[in-house]
């Protein structure tokens, strides 16, 4: 039996940075200064919340971005995302120097999925028994509804960030809190350190920067041959001249000639059904909202994160057909 093989590259693939950090450390400050550099083509912003730094930091010297705009919902953030892949791909392929896309931030894309994970569980049969007999009740969230959006946060905005084709820059905030055991309980006299974000999101990060106001840039861990840092036996780096520009290109030794965009595994039959369907929506000039929309209309109000391979493949079949009509094709 003949397997399909190859030598390994050696080569850096296009990054995805975490800088986190307590309140007013400077993340999105270092964000916006890394935008002044000639090593980056388009520099693109997705902000989350309410905070207006996007704007207010393009008065920063030096400082070139163009901020994405999106109507704040689950949706929309999606579609941003995707539109700025779609533009970072269209660089590369043109020979142009690499897309940066910054996101701002994970934490409040996390918060996000949280409403709609309390949002699932108060609608659900359940949720709605607790609230007929009090209206102010808190009703639990299950494991189900916690599957499902950490689901949606991998599938949709962690995957896509991995595999940017370009450089993908996340803030997220961090801080000290009290330590719990393995029922959630405090532990008496010890704290420790949290990002505020998804639980996974420092390790599935290729390289992870802390900022804090009273201390410098610590390099907390990194993905690197050249400038390791391993769990367990060496110490996080503090530098107190670190720039990501420098971090990315000098110290990871990212090289914009030769990187190369790690393609996302499939994960399940579900996984590649949802993103057939998506590249047909796509053919169809269509956003997720649109398609969340179109598929609910074609299936008695169902949400599309809920659809089975089958109702998948259905209605992306529904969509070709549709693109097979000339005088119907993007218009649906």
Not at 42 to 48: A, G, N, S, Y
Not at 121 to 129: D, L, Q
Not at 209 to 228: A, F, K, N
Request: aromatic letters at 6%; glycine letters at 8%; hydrophobic letters at 35%.
């Amino acid at each position: 039996m003949s397997i399909r093989t190859r030598k390994p590259t050696g080569q850096v693939p296009w990054p995805l940075l975490l800088v986190e950090g307590e309140e007013k450390a400077g993340k999105s400050w270092m964000v916006a200064e890394l935008t002044a550099s000639d090593r980056i083509g388009r520099k693109l912003w997705i902000e989350l919340g309410s905070e207006g730094t996007a704007d207010q930091y393009g008065a920063i010297p030096g400082a070139d971005y163009e901020i994405v705009e999106h109507n704040g919902t689950w949706q929309g953030l999606v579609q941003a995302i995707a539109d700025a892949t779609a533009a970072a791909r269209e660089a590369q392929e043109a020979g142009e120097p690499p897309v940066m896309l910054a996101v701002d931030s994970a934490t409040a894309e996390w918060d996000l999925l949280k409403t709609i994970a309390e949002q699932r569980a108060r609608a659900s049969k359940y949720g709605r028994k607790i609230l007929a007999d009090d209206p102010n009740a808190d009703v639990p969230i299950d494991r189900n509804h916690w599957t499902h959006v950490t689901e949606l946060h991998y599938e949709h905005f962690l995957e896509p960030l991995k595999h940017f084709p370009g450089i993908a820059v996340v803030t997220a905030r961090g801080k000290e809190v009290s330590s719990t055991d393995a029922n959630g309980k405090p532990v008496p006299n010890s704290r420790e350190y949290k990002v505020e974000g998804q639980k996974n999101l420092g390790f599935d990060c290729h390289a992870w920067v802390r900022l804090s106001r009273s201390g410098p840039p610590t390099v907390v861990g990194m993905r690197s041959v050249d400038h390791p840092i391993r769990p367990g036996r060496d110490k996080p780096v503090q530098d107190p001249d670190l720039s990501l520009e420098r971090f990315i290109f000098d110290i990871l030794g990212c090289d914009p000639a030769k990187a190369q965009t790690v393609q996302a595994p499939v994960r399940s039959e579900l996984d590649e059904a949802k993103r057939d369907l998506w590249s047909a929506a796509q053919e169809m000039n269509w956003t997720a909202e649109k398609l969340a929309q179109g598929f609910a209309e074609e299936n008695d109000g169902q949400d599309l994160q809920t659809a089975t391979v089958e109702q998948l493949n259905a209605y992306r079949d529904f969509l070709r057909l549709c693109l097979a009509q000339p005088d119907e094709g993007g218009d649906q």
